[in-house]
């Protein structure tokens, strides 16, 4: 049973990049697509982006020029750089599997347990 | 960016009787090409991540009792608890993948009344 799990720093101050790893475990990377989600405290769910298992990424617009997402398919992990990040950027941060589906991805069916990072001043 | 709306915000519900939450999307959500709705349906319990309860708008994920069930198409969707057990105590978002970028609706919260 496929399994999620995400590390990280716990805090990161303003201005300086977040870094977030999800590592894979009972299953394969492969043939799937890989996202990442975001939950601020009390509120709602964002999706920031996904990679594909080839490296293929594709970033929500209102984050775009801050996220990267690169994948270790070796290392069956993969990771998410959030530059410049402000108090804004506080929320718990998830990854999650999709399928491919005709050469889409679809729904988020297993997800990690997600990781808090704060952002202070 | 696809506009999901659900309504209400909240319900309370007494225990063994139906819950009902609607999920609206600005732009329909069906592919036509192949009928279907990309449209599913999370459970978010505190402190704990999203489950997949529902995906293509009504098909049920392996092991989701059946008294979750859902429905709709194009642009109206709705999550039915037809009988509501203690431990369906939740928040629950409905969410599309016809189209980048994701998005989801702003939850609603399933209360015991």
């Known amino acids: 049973q496929v399994q999620l799990q995400e590390s990280g720093p716990g805090l990161v101050k303003a201005s300086e990049t977040l870094s977030l790893t999800c590592t894979v475990s009972g299953g394969s990377i492969s043939n799937y697509y890989w996202s990442w989600i975001r939950q601020p405290p009390g509120k709602g769910l964002e999706w920031i982006g996904y990679?594909?298992?080839?490296?293929?990424?594709n970033y929500n617009p209102s984050l775009k020029s801050r996220v990267t997402i690169s994948i270790d398919t070796s290392k069956h992990q993969f990771s998410l750089k959030l530059s410049s990040v402000t108090a804004a950027d506080t929320a718990v941060y998830y990854c999650?599997?999709?399928?491919?589906?005709?050469?889409?991805?679809?729904?988020?069916?297993?997800w990690g347990t997600g990781t808090t990072v704060t952002v202070s001043s | 960016d696809i506009v999901m709306t659900q309504s209400p915000d909240s319900l309370a519900v007494s225990l063994g009787e139906r819950a009902t939450i609607n999920c609206k999307s600005s732009?329909?959500?069906?592919?036509?090409?192949?009928?279907?709705?990309?449209l599913g349906w999370y459970q978010q319990k505190p402190g704990q991540p999203p489950k997949l309860l529902i995906y293509w708008a009504s098909t049920r994920k392996s092991g989701v009792p059946d008294r979750f069930s859902g429905s709709g198409s194009e642009t109206d969707f709705t999550l039915t608890i037809s009988s509501l057990q203690a431990e369906d105590v939740a928040i629950y978002y409905c969410?599309?993948?016809?189209?980048?970028?994701?998005?989801f609706g702003q939850g609603t919260k399933v209360e015991i009344k």
């Open positions: 969410q599309q993948y016809y189209t980048t970028p994701w998005t």
């Open positions: 999650a599997r999709s399928f491919d589906w005709l050469s889409a991805a679809c729904y988020m069916d297993v």
């Open positions: 990679i594909y298992y080839t490296g293929s990424t």
């Open positions: 732009q329909s959500v069906l592919h036509s090409s192949h009928s279907k709705n990309y």
